[in-house]
């Protein structure tokens, strides 16, 4: 029997390769859970973001009426004011703001990603890896410039996520 040595196949040019994280980037972390948001902050710290957490809509629209921040996570599922409302507030009010939402949930109801899907924007599965993150945050940032189309939020077929946490 010959063994051929393992090696790993290069990617194609372009693929495969996050961009990295722009060192001045400022992202907004809303999340209602105390421990997740303080993790996802320090994963983005760890990638070179500059972060700022909030644990509400209140919060967040607070922030956001004063500072910039170039990305925003927003948890989908938090009790009052969800993810979702949050961003469709956001769109009519601030579509630039919208325009840099990254959803983050574990919930895989219907509904929920129905909502999500009517925005268009991406989402963060959890539990994600620290691989999957970087990729989505420094794609989302390195995209900051040019700011894609939102799409319309059809609200007529996107019902809102259930205020109550699901386990």
Same mark, same amino acid.
């Given at each position: 029997?010959?063994?051929?040595?393992?090696?790993?196949?290069?990617?194609?040019?372009?693929?495969?390769?996050?961009?990295?994280?722009?060192?001045?980037?400022?992202? +907004?972390?809303?999340?209602?859970?105390?421990?997740?948001?303080?993790?996802?902050?320090?994963?983005?710290?760890? +990638?070179?973001?500059?972060?700022?957490?909030?644990?509400?809509?209140?919060?967040?629209?607070?922030?956001?009426?004063?500072?910039?921040?170039?990305?925003?996570?927003?948890?989908?599922?938090?009790?009052?004011?969800?993810?979702?409302?949050?961003?469709?507030?956001?769109?009519?009010?601030?579509?630039?703001?919208?325009?840099?939402?990254?959803?983050?949930?574990?919930?895989?109801?219907?509904?929920?990603?129905?909502?999500?899907?009517?925005?268009?924007?991406?989402?963060?599965?959890?539990?994600?890896?620290?691989?999957? +993150?970087?990729?989505?945050?420094?794609?989302?940032?390195?995209?900051?410039?040019?700011?894609?189309?939102?799409?319309?939020?059809?609200?007529?077929?996107?019902?809102?996520?259930?205020?109550?946490?699901?386990?």
């Amino acid at each position: 029997m010959v063994e051929l040595p393992v090696r790993a196949a290069e990617p194609p040019a372009g693929e495969g390769k996050t961009p990295p994280v722009p060192q001045d980037a400022r992202v +907004l972390v809303v999340d209602d859970e105390e421990h997740v948001a303080r993790v996802l902050g320090d994963l983005l710290e760890e +990638l070179g973001a500059r972060i700022e957490i909030t644990h509400s809509g209140t919060g967040a629209r607070a922030l956001l009426a004063h500072e910039h921040f170039d990305l925003i996570t927003l948890d989908v599922i938090m009790p009052g004011e969800n993810g979702v409302e949050l961003w469709r507030q956001l769109y009519r009010d601030d579509p630039s703001a919208a325009a840099r939402v990254v959803f983050v949930t574990g919930n895989v109801d219907p509904s929920i990603q129905t909502a999500i899907d009517s925005t268009g924007r991406p989402v963060l599965a959890k539990p994600y890896t620290f691989k999957a +993150l970087s990729a989505l945050v420094a794609n989302g940032l390195t995209r900051r410039g040019a700011l894609p189309a939102l799409p319309r939020p059809d609200t007529r077929h996107a019902p809102d996520p259930a205020p109550a946490r699901a386990t």
